[in-house]
T-cell receptor
Framework: AQKVTQAQTEISVVEKEDVTLDCVYE???????LFWYKQPPSGELVFLIR??????QNEISGRYSWNFQKSTSSFNFTITASQVVDSAVYFC???????????FGAGTTVTVRA | DARVTQTPRHKVTEMGQEVTMRCQPI?????VFWYRQTMMQGLELLAY????????DSGMPKDRFSAEMPDATLATLKIQPSEPRDSAVYFC????????????????????FGPGTRLTVL
């Protein structure tokens, strides 16, 4: 069984503040993928990143960075110098390497105020 | 910029009516997924196809829901008859699965989602 927990339901910050979204997962699989998706107010789901469980290197893409720690089963996401356009619901998701089924967390709503 | 497209974007219908939602996967993608998103249940996988063949529809209510892929560029999700509890946003996603040298299928690594169909059943 797989489970993804995003304990933060809502986060509100002022523009230019950093914001970190927590994601903790449970799985019995030794190999798996972790994902982050963004759902802006317009409603579509936008793929942000995929991380293979083999690779614990942290990743940075512009103002986005991800911290994967297998020892604590966490895959946290940080937005640096947040902007109003970052306001969205962010979903963490997990799937085994040999199965298509994505298990999504409940999502964290991020509101960035000008 | 290749994208998954879905039609209609919004649908309001009355209980008992048939609803058909359509999805055009990204060209070249061979795996298609249908999800439903509600406030109570979050995102749920309903069904998925590879090379137009249904692989798993265990998440889908069988009595009223049906999913098909008439061709590689079109996937449909049909609800007949619709009920108020079907009100949700329905997402289609697509991905690419390639075979391995051992003859076993690899998996669709990343699913790219369409904009969704917001269904309201009155």
């Amino acid at each position: 069984a797989q489970k993804v927990t995003q304990a933060q339901t809502e986060i509100s910050v002022v523009e230019k503040e950093d914001v970190t979204l927590d994601c903790v997962y449970e799985t019995r699989d030794t190999t798996y993928y972790l994902f982050w998706y963004k759902q802006p107010p317009s409603g579509e789901l936008v793929f942000l990143i995929r991380r293979n469980s083999f690779d614990e290197q942290n990743e940075i893409s512009g103002r986005y960075s991800w911290n994967f720690q297998k020892s604590t089963s966490s895959f946290n996401f940080t937005i640096t110098a947040s902007q109003v356009v970052d306001s969205a619901v962010y979903f963490c998701a997990l799937s085994p390497l040999d199965d298509y089924k994505l298990s999504f967390g409940a999502g964290t709503t991020v509101t960035v105020r000008a | 910029d290749a994208r998954v497209t879905q039609t209609p974007r919004h649908k309001v219908t009355e209980m008992g009516q048939e609803v058909t939602m359509r999805c055009q996967p990204i060209l070249g993608h061979n795996t298609v997924f249908w999800y439903r998103q509600t406030m109570m249940q979050g995102l749920e996988l309903l069904a998925y196809f590879r090379n137009r063949a249904p692989l798993d529809d265990s998440g889908m209510p069988k009595d009223r829901f049906s999913a098909e892929m008439p061709d590689a560029t079109l996937a449909t999700l049909k609800i007949q008859p619709s009920e108020p509890r079907d009100s949700a946003v329905y997402f289609c996603a697509s991905g690419l699965t390639t075979g391995t040298s051992g003859g076993f299928w690899a998996r669709a690594d990343t699913q790219y989602f369409g904009p969704g169909t917001r269904l309201t059943v009155l």
